[in-house]
């Protein structure tokens, strides 16, 4: 019976694509989100309540007397809004304050790794000006990696083969932060893989890849992630059973025995060499944005069955079946973007409705979206759209996907051309 009624949390692209498969659930019968964008107001009821206004979340959810509510970004995680909707005993699918900090502190993140014996990079803790040139030598030979222990938006961490850069950059965060990481540097291909956990189980989504620079060929500022594509063939069948044995078993168990359950999806970031044996270079605490957009729609099962579940502790009483299908998402990213992002400015040629043909289905992912007075679409954010397709390959999802973001018109907009290529 569609009787449940939801709250999704957040405003971007990944709340779009939660929505979408929230609508479709034969369980929903009411679906809100806040803030949400202009494409999940065809969907859900927006309602304008920020992602980090916690009290007034914690109102709206105990209004509309919400049966789940689905955390979106980090931010409300960190400040605890799961703990609080524990209190009033409404279930929430994203992890209570105290583990989202495996986002909020790449330091901690890197502690529970030793405590659970999961592989990363080795690294220095940095306080003290006097340890910094003993600490770069140790690491050198290849580019150093300087992260700050602070949510920094993607403007954290520095990787630089230039030993007086990542000698500043120490020294700057040392002056702000109080005490700074520096890793050893992990070569390889990334990947991300997004595991959906509670106290009874997990379940690993099939695995991605992002593109996190600006421009093509991985040139150009870093961004939140500028397209993506799912399965990334760079996880192997075998590199899968690695991850699985050597990260995801162990984390789940440190985060089973930590007391109260991790309930929401880890995000974990790997790093692949030649030899096949990953490493974790990040944990987020919640569905990476692209790769939410083109990982769920791969699910066949029903995705409010599977996060109502994670939320509850009821996971492994589902079993939980893929499409045997490819998808891929590139981003309409507004002009400025990532620096200093152009915003409401008319756009022109989104559908609504997703498009089937031949086994494929291509869709739009509404990001930084909004309306103006006259009701026309326009762009509020960096990131304005995606445009995303599935498909039996993944030369077909990127060839439709291209071929729909062709359609769509906002002045001064870019986008990268080369979405997959190292798969392709
Ligand atoms: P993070 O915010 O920790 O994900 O780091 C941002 C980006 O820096 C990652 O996506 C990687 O491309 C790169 N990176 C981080 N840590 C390392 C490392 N130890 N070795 C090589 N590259 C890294
Ligand atoms: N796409 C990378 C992230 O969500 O962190």
Redesign the pocket.
């Given at each position: 019976m569609a009787d449940k009624v939801v709250l999704v949390v957040g405003g971007g692209g990944r709340e779009h694509a939660l929505c979408m498969e929230l609508k479709q659930s034969k369980h929903v019968g009411e679906l809100h989100c806040a803030p949400g964008n202009a494409g999940t107001s065809y969907l859900a009821k927006n309602h304008s309540i920020s992602a980090t206004d916690i009290e007034g979340l914690l109102e709206l959810s105990k209004t509309l007397n919400a049966d789940l509510v689905v955390v979106g970004p980090e931010a409300p995680l960190c400040a605890e809004l799961a703990d609080r909707l524990s209190e009033l005993e409404i279930p929430c699918f994203g992890p209570i304050g105290i583990l989202a900090h495996l986002e909020g502190s790449?330091l901690h993140a890197k502690q529970v790794m030793q405590d659970a014996n999961v592989p990363?990079?080795a690294f220095h803790v940095l306080s003290k000006s006097s340890d910094i040139e003993a600490a770069l030598d140790d690491f050198a030979g290849n580019?150093w990696?300087v992260?700050r222990d602070v949510l920094a938006g993607?403007k954290?961490?520095v990787?630089t083969s230039q030993r007086d850069e990542a000698r500043s950059f120490i020294e700057q965060s040392i002056q702000t932060d109080g005490q700074v990481l520096l890793?050893?540097?992990?070569?390889g291909e990334?990947a991300s893989m997004l595991v959906i956990m509670d106290g009874s189980g997990y379940v690993c989504l099939p695995a991605s890849q992002d593109h996190?620079r600006a421009f093509d060929g991985d040139e150009g500022p870093?961004t939140g992630g500028m397209g993506a594509y799912c399965p990334a063939p760079v996880v192997t069948d075998a590199v899968r059973q690695k991850t699985i044995e050597s990260i995801i078993e162990p984390m789940h168990q440190y985060l089973v025995a930590s007391g109260t359950p991790y309930r929401g999806v880890l995000y974990v970031?790997l790093?692949i060499p030649e030899s096949g044996e990953p490493?974790v270079?990040?944990f987020n605490v919640r569905f990476g944005d692209p790769e939410c957009q083109i990982t769920l729609p791969l699910i066949k099962t029903d995705v409010f069955e599977i996060l109502e579940a994670a939320a509850t502790d009821r996971l492994a009483e589902l079993d939980i079946e893929f499409h045997d299908l490819f998808a891929t998402s590139v981003v309409l990213a507004a002009e400025g973007y990532p620096q200093s992002p152009v915003k409401g400015r008319q756009i022109h040629g989104v559908s609504q409705e997703p498009i089937h043909a031949d086994g494929t289905t291509a869709w739009v992912n509404h990001a930084g979206t909004g309306f103006n007075a006259e009701g026309q679409l326009i762009s509020t954010g960096g990131r304005v759209l995606s445009c995303s397709a599935s498909g039996p390959t993944l030369e077909a999802s990127v060839k439709l996907a291209y071929a729909l973001i062709e359609t769509i018109e906002l002045e001064g907009s870019h986008y990268r051309t080369d979405i997959a290529f190292r798969a392709l």
């Amino acid at each position: 019976m569609a009787d449940k009624v939801v709250l999704v949390v957040g405003g971007g692209g990944r709340e779009h694509a939660l929505c979408m498969e929230l609508k479709q659930s034969k369980h929903v019968g009411e679906l809100h989100c806040a803030p949400g964008n202009a494409g999940t107001s065809y969907l859900a009821k927006n309602h304008s309540i920020s992602a980090t206004d916690i009290e007034g979340l914690l109102e709206l959810s105990k209004t509309l007397n919400a049966d789940l509510v689905v955390v979106g970004p980090e931010a409300p995680l960190c400040a605890e809004l799961a703990d609080r909707l524990s209190e009033l005993e409404i279930p929430c699918f994203g992890p209570i304050g105290i583990l989202a900090h495996l986002e909020g502190s790449k330091l901690h993140a890197k502690q529970v790794m030793q405590d659970a014996n999961v592989p990363t990079a080795a690294f220095h803790v940095l306080s003290k000006s006097s340890d910094i040139e003993a600490a770069l030598d140790d690491f050198a030979g290849n580019p150093w990696v300087v992260k700050r222990d602070v949510l920094a938006g993607g403007k954290g961490v520095v990787v630089t083969s230039q030993r007086d850069e990542a000698r500043s950059f120490i020294e700057q965060s040392i002056q702000t932060d109080g005490q700074v990481l520096l890793e050893d540097f992990l070569p390889g291909e990334e990947a991300s893989m997004l595991v959906i956990m509670d106290g009874s189980g997990y379940v690993c989504l099939p695995a991605s890849q992002d593109h996190k620079r600006a421009f093509d060929g991985d040139e150009g500022p870093n961004t939140g992630g500028m397209g993506a594509y799912c399965p990334a063939p760079v996880v192997t069948d075998a590199v899968r059973q690695k991850t699985i044995e050597s990260i995801i078993e162990p984390m789940h168990q440190y985060l089973v025995a930590s007391g109260t359950p991790y309930r929401g999806v880890l995000y974990v970031g790997l790093m692949i060499p030649e030899s096949g044996e990953p490493n974790v270079v990040e944990f987020n605490v919640r569905f990476g944005d692209p790769e939410c957009q083109i990982t769920l729609p791969l699910i066949k099962t029903d995705v409010f069955e599977i996060l109502e579940a994670a939320a509850t502790d009821r996971l492994a009483e589902l079993d939980i079946e893929f499409h045997d299908l490819f998808a891929t998402s590139v981003v309409l990213a507004a002009e400025g973007y990532p620096q200093s992002p152009v915003k409401g400015r008319q756009i022109h040629g989104v559908s609504q409705e997703p498009i089937h043909a031949d086994g494929t289905t291509a869709w739009v992912n509404h990001a930084g979206t909004g309306f103006n007075a006259e009701g026309q679409l326009i762009s509020t954010g960096g990131r304005v759209l995606s445009c995303s397709a599935s498909g039996p390959t993944l030369e077909a999802s990127v060839k439709l996907a291209y071929a729909l973001i062709e359609t769509i018109e906002l002045e001064g907009s870019h986008y990268r051309t080369d979405i997959a290529f190292r798969a392709l």
